[in-house]
């Protein structure tokens, strides 16, 4: 029955993945269940959105480690800064994610749960009809991420969090230089770190730096790469 609705509706998809015979698999698969929709394809975050303003897609299936534009490296942050902008501009956008680093959603799951499309997760370990079926709920309107250790684990972490995060652990910067980009007092960056460390559950332990502590959790938990 949905199938027969979508097909009505011309569907126009957009399938967004940086691997080429991985993106050709996908297109194919998609192919057999919906022969009388429209494909549109994107290898990188600049392109899909090109191509999203030109077709106005209905349904996207995306990657999220991919490249911000040709010649870049492929990173899962690319693809979470790629799907805010997506259900920031089209907020009833169904939207399936197909990737191996589903985990790193946890980052935007205030975004996701106030997202008017359908909105699935189908990890590439998946099979064929089970990734079919996610499409098929994401057509429907439902959100579908209980799959995902560690989404709808309550853990809570605001924006300015995940700064200081990136800043310290993926530029190497210490708390000062991170005080002077973010424009606040390095006691302000200390009280973020707490606000963290609580949030992650890491409290200091003899014989441990907290701050590597801090690190090795927030990487488990898929808030940074």
């Given amino acids: 029955m949905t199938q027969l609705v979508a097909e009505k509706k011309l569907l126009t998809i957009l399938v967004i993945d940086d691997h080429e015979s991985v993106l050709g698999g996908t297109v194919d698969v998609l192919k057999k269940k919906y022969p009388s929709a429209k494909f549109i394809t994107a290898i990188d975050a600049k392109n899909a959105l090109e191509q999203m303003m030109i077709s106005q897609a209905d349904l996207v299936v995306m990657d999220l480690s991919m490249p911000e534009h040709p010649g870049a490296t492929a990173r899962p942050d690319t693809g979470i800064q790629l799907l805010r902008n997506l259900m920031k501009s089209y907020p009833h956008l169904d939207i399936v994610v197909q990737s191996a680093h589903a985990r790193t959603l946890v980052r935007i799951r205030p975004e996701i749960d106030s997202h008017k499309g359908g909105f699935t997760v189908a990890d590439k370990s998946l099979s064929t009809q089970e990734m079919l079926t996610r499409v098929d709920w994401a057509l429907q309107g439902l959100t579908h991420t209980k799959d995902i250790k560690g989404i709808n684990s309550g853990l809570e972490v605001k924006p300015e969090w995940l700064k200081v995060l990136t800043l310290a652990f993926e530029e190497g910067l210490q708390d000062k230089t991170i005080a002077e980009r973010m424009c606040m007092s390095e006691r302000m960056v200390r009280h973020y770190w707490n606000k963290l460390q ?23 938990e898929g808030l940074i790469d």
């Fill in 198 to 220: 609580d949030a992650l559950d890491v409290y200091p332990e003899e014989g441990k730096n907290i701050r590597i502590q801090t690190e090795m959790k927030a990487r488990h």
